[in-house]
Nanobody, 123 residues
């Protein structure tokens, strides 16, 4: 059974940093994608960053250069390092997994989701 559990959210002032973690268990995809998504109140869920099994990463334009996605296979953990945070980054952040080799930022392609962790950035 696939389980994803996020941690590391919190409140920070604009310009600050936060690091999110996602503990992953039960992923047996031979080729898989892992991603971070976010959803602000009243807005659609959007992709933030995605990572394929070979370590290739992709980012939304709004976070490129500020956020970094990474994975520690030995610890079965996915990370999202967020720097230079802005108030518009405020949202619930989710990690997700899907099988496949083409790792997009579209939430619809992911079929395993964590419960989310809240990130709040104040101005």
């Amino acid at each position: 059974q696939v389980q994803l559990q996020e941690s590391g959210g919190g409140s920070v002032q604009a310009g600050g940093s936060l690091s999110l973690s996602c503990a992953v268990s039960g992923v047996t995809y031979r080729r898989y994608c892992m991603g971070w998504f976010r959803q602000a109140p009243g807005k659609r869920r959007e992709g933030v960053a995605a990572l394929d099994a070979d370590g290739g990463a992709g980012y939304a334009g709004s976070v490129e250069g500020r956020f970094t996605i990474s994975q520690d296979n030995a610890k079965n953990t996915l990370y999202l390092q967020m720097n230079s945070l802005k108030p518009e980054d405020t949202a619930m952040y989710y990690c997700a997994a899907r099988s496949g080799t083409v790792c997009t930022l579209s939430p619809g392609g992911y079929d395993r989701w964590g419960q989310g962790t809240q990130v709040t950035v104040s101005s």
